[in-house]
């Protein structure tokens, strides 16, 4: 599986983002993906993950309320809603892919990872 971020950008605190992950391969609908950001400075944390089906999501405590994920299993594309940004959001921000996580929120769990996307919010 290959995967490629986009959507980032500067934004001003309380404001949205979207972010969009594109996969290649026709297997896509089989892997949970997830959403993982690193700040400078800082280990790579997770931030929301997404079950094979889509029927399950997961989401870190500090997210939760404000970041949605969802997929599409059909355009293979898993993409990160972003409202009420803070500035403490900011950091590069990477879609990855697991076939069978044993720990959604653990990026040793994932085996594909895109580039990264930076996401910056000025306060």
């Known amino acids: 599986v290959q995967l490629q971020a986009s959507g980032g950008g500067l934004v001003q605190a309380g404001g949205s983002l979207r972010l969009s992950c594109a996969a290649s391969?026709?297997?896509?609908?089989?892997?949970?993906m997830g959403w993982f950001r690193q700040a400078p400075g800082k280990e790579r944390e997770s931030v929301a993950a997404?079950?094979?089906?889509?029927?399950?999501?997961y989401y870190a405590d500090s997210v939760k309320g404000r970041f949605t994920i969802s997929r599409d299993n059909a355009k293979n594309t898993v993409a990160l809603q972003m409202n009420s940004l803070k500035p403490e959001d900011t950091a590069v921000y990477y879609c990855?892919?697991?076939?069978?996580?044993?720990?959604?929120?653990?990026?040793?769990?994932?085996?594909?990872w895109g580039q990264g996307t930076q996401v910056t919010v000025s306060s």
């Open positions: 990855a892919a697991s076939y069978n996580p044993i720990n959604y929120y653990n990026p040793v769990s994932y085996g594909y």
């Open positions: 391969g026709r297997t896509f609908s089989m892997y949970a």
């Open positions: 997404i079950r094979w089906s889509g029927d399950n999501t």
